[in-house]
């Protein structure tokens, strides 16, 4: 194992770059570097759930006040895309339209009104006439697999670019599977065995910037999107797909964004402002209202998820069987993936040789499912987790040696990792780096574990509980995304780092420079780090998946480490010695006997101006053959009041084994933020719909997210491990710990009350209908 | 347009604007390039484009700008300057409080009408204060912890 002890960047909190001009409110953010003169977009949502447009008549809205355009079905090229942000070709249906003849869920587009004001678009958007069809919708898992259900993707366009299943007049976006061993042997085998079903909420990620875009053409009639996105290259790619232009002719920025969780890893906004932008020769601003992000933003997909275990007296689990349904809502983007993660990031956790897994996506007409930090693994491991507990308390064995006598180690394998893919088969994996045992014990000695006591010795109104949950998931997507960075030094000695990957609040910039600095031995400031503008840096897959640091990290390390060698190639000749008698140090090439040294400064100048010119630079590209897991045990505290259902979390520690924390303090507050989100996620957060597939708490008032009165003490432990093929030994730290909420809540809740809740979140009517239910 | 002007101080400096009757105060502070205050919301339920206007924190997006006329208003301009931010800005830096950072201008006003009121908080006066500014990056954890920071220094006697 290589020791990070004696590392002089990596592994240090260095200041986040970006921190202090955005604690100054710098103009940093989409919505701050829009022109003046940006014309404004207005949306006509659709009304229905489900409805064909018989016709629309936008002329007396064109002739409004202020109007420039308006786009609609009539007007716009109609080239069915996907709108998921992912690599290419994507394993996702083609079934959207930019503006289509059919909508199919409350809140999807109908027409685009480009006006001088946002007032000016609102009032012509009630201008616009609709003759809608209306049809019948379906909100409903077993509704919409019913023989005979509405279709919901009847048209003849949609297809999927890559042979997954793809069955839209079933209303099915994509089915996966896997078998290994003997699941109804497993079962057989047993001592008990367990069949229990859960469900998952709608719920949104609520970046507090929401979405925004604008565009504009430069005098070369190029169209510049400067957008608040996790996948500007992604975003390039589908928006010259649904404009039928050439890539070429389009150019994406990310400034700061404020936030995106996975929300922003979509092509949602951009090729509205990018037509309107081609169209009305202006520049053109879109930014989505609160309640329109809730609306027609991307979401976590609901799921409802059938467990059945088997486990033998002496803590051996014979079988795991899952059965689940993804609501993907409306469009079918992500709604493989997501469900494929749901297993391939959680069945290997534990030893079990005989496994079921079955797994369908579906259409409903009901708002869009996306990309969510867990990505499916969240939902998957409140049933999981949870159902460890119950095993647990049915052979009599404590939950945390229970977890501890069944958990996968370093060395291990798993068939899901293989079988479980993205659209292909997934890449075997060996498990490198793990310190789970050292979270799990870390982690309950700051719980105070071994004080636990049973429910049944709690009395009295308000009882407290103690869960837990352990989790992993993933570093990158294998074989797949690809990450690429370039480098290259200045006068002063000094670099430029341009990279592809995006900065959506996670510090990644940071990070990045840090193992630039670390490879160059020199100092996280002097490295100039310019992010995410597809016609000035290179390609990067993006910000999702848990691969900035991993992926986009090994290629800074491999760009930094051509530098280094080009560094010392001029250093060997200036200081007249063998490039293998030389080495760096605190940005000098220095003889490893310390005798002699010079400045990169030096080497720059000499290279850029005098002797043997050059552009002492690299650029570098990576590729993963594995996806890592990090691990993580999670612990909580509760307290219930019996008589009325209301939880209160009291006390939450995380340990976290992300390989090398390459800035410590960015992973713990990647990790407090993942957890909090994941209290929240168990707690209150859920969409609520009338009878007619409208969301009806689309605010911050009616959709609750904690705040800082609502704040746990929050611990988080970082477990160092060293993953080799990491750089710097680093694994993932940004998902993982959105994990434990729901299941380590509702195992603290059975802790205090004796009562299991199966349906999140965890009302306050849930709760106390549960503890009811348990005292029959 | 029913054009009017108003007149404010503006972090700390006397300023005259014209203004839409219906115009909120953050559309008017935007228009105007002071941009640090955000937009969140626009029903005041999230504090990004959180200003101090006579030394109370308020969601801009709920003020008709006409209200600010004669009042003295903060914004995120008004604080720290390169290299030398307000300690506020310094605590939230310090304690790698600012991830995304859009809700980071809101949070330091919100902190600073507190600091001013109360310069060594208790845990229940600094929940109250910045209740209203939400962040979904951090789960707070490190912006309480820049907040008791801030607090620790008061308390010793440092400069506020």
């Not at chain 1, 009032?123 to 259900?149: S, T």
């Amino acid at each position: 194992m290589t020791s990070v002890d004696k590392m002089k960047v990596v592994h240090h909190s260095v200041r986040k770059v970006d921190a202090e001009a955005l604690s100054r409110g710098k103009h940093l953010f989409t919505g701050d570097l829009t022109p003046a003169d940006a014309l404004h977009i207005k949306m006509l949502w659709s009304p229905h759930a489900h409805a064909r447009i018989k016709s629309i008549d936008v002329r007396a809205a064109e002739k409004m006040p202020g109007v420039r355009c308006v786009l609609y079905h009539g007007n716009v090229p109609k080239i069915p895309h996907c709108t998921a942000g992912q690599g290419y070709p994507e394993p996702s249906p083609y079934d959207t339209l930019m503006f289509d003849t059919k909508v199919r869920y409350v809140g999807d587009r109908v027409a685009a009104v480009v006006a001088e004001t946002p007032e000016q678009a609102l009032d012509a958007v009630g201008a616009i006439k609709v003759d809608y069809e209306v049809l019948k919708p379906v909100f409903d898992y077993d509704e919409a697999l019913r023989d005979g259900a509405p279709i919901i993707h009847d048209e003849k366009e949609s297809y999927v670019p890559i042979p997954i299943p793809y069955e839209p007049q079933k209303n099915i976006v994509a089915k996966i599977g896997m078998e290994a061993g003997d699941f109804a042997k497993g079962m057989k085998e047993a001592d008990f065995t367990f069949d229990q079903v859960f469900e998952t909420p709608y719920a949104q990620h609520c970046p507090i910037e929401g979405y925004i875009s604008w565009a504009q053409l430069n005098p070369y009639g190029r169209i510049v999107i400067t957008t608040s996105t996790q996948v500007p290259f992604h975003t390039r790619r589908i928006v010259a797909r649904a404009l039928d232009v050439p890539v070429q002719k389009i150019r994406v920025i990310k400034p700061r964004i404020g936030g995106g969780f996975g929300c922003k890893q979509e092509m949602l906004l951009e090729d509205v402002v990018a037509l309107a932008a081609l169209r009305t020769g202006r520049p053109v601003l879109w930014a989505l209202t609160r309640a329109e992000v809730f609306r027609s933003g991307r979401t976590r997909h609901p799921m409802r998820i059938r467990v059945r275990y088997g486990v033998k007296k002496n803590g051996d689990i014979t079988a795991i069987g899952l059965d689940l349904i993804n609501n993907t809502g409306a469009y079918g983007g992500h709604g493989l993936t997501v469900m494929s993660c749901a297993g391939s990031k959680v069945l290997p956790l534990y030893h079990v040789n005989n496994i079921h897994f079955d797994a369908k996506s579906i259409y409903t007409n009901l708002p869009v499912g996306g990309a969510y930090r867990g990505f499916g693994a969240t939902q998957a491991y409140f049933a999981v987790e949870s159902m460890i507990d119950v095993m647990a308390d049915k052979i009599g064995m404590d939950p945390l040696a229970f977890r501890k006598r069944n958990h996968i180690v370093s060395g291990e394998s798993h068939p899901a990792f293989e079988a479980l893919g993205e659209g292909k088969p997934g890449a075997p994996m060996t498990i490198g780096s793990c310190a789970l045992d050292g979270c799990i014990d870390k982690g309950a000695a700051e719980i105070g574990w071994s004080k636990r006591t049973p429910p049944g010795s709690k009395t009295g109104r308000y009882r407290r509980g103690i869960g837990m949950s352990i989790h992993m998931q993933g570093s990158s997507v294998p074989e797949i995304d690809m990450g690429a960075a370039s480098l290259k030094i200045n006068d002063d000695g000094s670099f430029n780092l341009n990279v592809g990957a995006t900065d959506l609040g996670t510090g990644s910039d940071t990070v990045l420079a840090q193992i630039a600095a670390e490879e160059l031995a020199t100092t996280t400031d002097k490295f100039i780090v310019y992010s995410s503008d597809t016609d000035m840096t290179p390609f990067d897959k993006g910000a999702y998946a848990s691969s900035t640091t991993y992926l986009t990290g090994e290629a800074v390390r491999k760009a930094a480490a051509k530098v280094k060698s080009q560094l010392i190639r001029v250093g060997a000749e200036i200081l007249r010695k063998k490039p293998e008698e030389l080495d760096v140090d605190d940005a000098h090439v220095v003889t490893k006997d310390g005798s002699a040294k010079v400045s990169y400064k030096d080497i720059a100048l000499r290279t850029l101006y005098e002797t043997e010119q050059f552009q002492i630079a690299a650029i570098e590209s990576h590729v993963t053959h594995k996806s890592p897991p990090p691990f993580a045990a999670h612990f909580v505290e509760v307290e219930v009041d019996m008589e009325t259902g209301k939880v209160r979390v009291i006390k939450y520690v995380a340990a976290v084994d992300c390989g090398t924390a390459i800035n410590p303090q960015l992973s713990e507050g990647q990790t407090e933020g993942a957890v909090l989100n994941g209290i929240s996620y168990a707690l209150t957060e859920e969409y609520r719909f009338d009878g007619m597939g409208k969301m009806m708490n689309a605010s911050f008032t009616g959709y609750n997210i904690l705040t800082m009165r609502d704040k746990p003490e929050i611990k988080t432990i970082l477990v160092p491990s060293y993953e080799e093929t990491g750089p710097f030994g680093a694994k993932s730290v940004s998902e993982i710990s959105i994990n434990g909420g729901m299941p380590a809540i509702a195992n603290a809740i059975y802790n205090a009350t004796g009562a299991r809740v199966y349906r999140a979140p965890f009302t306050q009517e849930r709760v106390w209908r549960a503890i009811q239910e348990s005292k029959k | 347009m029913n054009k009017k002007t108003i007149s404010f101080t503006l972090n700390g400096e006397s300023r005259e604007f014209d203004i839409d009757p219906n115009e909120r105060l953050l559309g008017l502070l935007r228009r105007n390039g002071f941009k640090g205050t955000k937009y969140g919301c626009l029903e005041g339920t999230c504090g990004a484009c959180t200003v101090i206007m006579d030394g109370k924190a308020v969601d801009s997006c709920l003020v008709f700008a006409f209200q600010a006329h004669g009042r003295n208003v903060v914004t995120i301009e008004g604080l720290g300057d390169a290299g030398t931010p307000h300690e506020i800005q310094q605590a939230l830096i310090e304690e790698g409080a600012v991830q995304c950072g859009y809700c980071t201008p809101g949070m330091v006003l919100s902190a600073k009408a507190m600091f001013d009121e109360t310069p060594t908080p208790d845990d229940e006066t600094i929940r109250l204060h910045m209740d209203g500014n939400l962040c979904r990056c951090t789960g707070y954890e490190k912006i309480w912890s820049a907040m008791k920071k801030v607090s620790a220094k008061h308390e010793r006697g440092g400069k506020r």
